[in-house]
């Protein structure tokens, strides 16, 4: 049987593709799909693929906006706690949690008004987590162990 990591209800999370070196999660086993909140998007293409370019703003007062941009993988309607259903991009990037690093998917949305601006769902969690709900932020501030992009093609200028 394999080793799985114990995660809180809350976690810091990195997501090094995307240049994010820390935002806070709420991880949520109820919620199939993992999203991010994004304070604007904006599409184009690269070498004719679709690319999604948007701006996150990680959740702490001292952590600057990030700009990224990465291939769209998939467009869903999602249907989030309330009940409400929204078409969402999707893209996939990896995940640096707890000593675990995974490629996840997740989708792009307005969280604005929410405690954690990303949400990990089970998707993402499967076979590397499980979750003790009266637990939190485990495993410290995350500190991605690779490399962050350059800026990526398209993104606007400041």
Known sequence: MET????GWREWVALPGLGIEAVRAKVDSGARTS??????QWRFHEQGAPWVGFRVTPGTRCQAAV?????IRDERVVTDSGGHRTLRTFLRTTLVLG???REIEINL???QG????MLLGRTAMARAFTVDPSRSFLHGRARPHVALPP???GM???
Do not use: I, N, W
């Not at 999203?35 to 604007?40: E, G, N, P, S, T």
């Not at 700009?67 to 291939?71: K, L, N, R, S």
């Not at 929410?114 to 601006?117: D, E, I, K, R």
């Open 4 to 7: 799985t990591v114990v995660l």
């Open 35 to 40: 999203a991010l909140h994004v304070d604007a």
């Open 67 to 71: 700009e990224a941009a990465a291939p």
């Open 99 to 101: 000593g675990v690093e």
């Open 109 to 111: 949305a307005q969280r």
């Open 114 to 117: 929410m405690l954690f601006p």
């Open 151 to 153: 800026s990526m093609p």
């Open 156 to 158: 606007p200028l400041p």
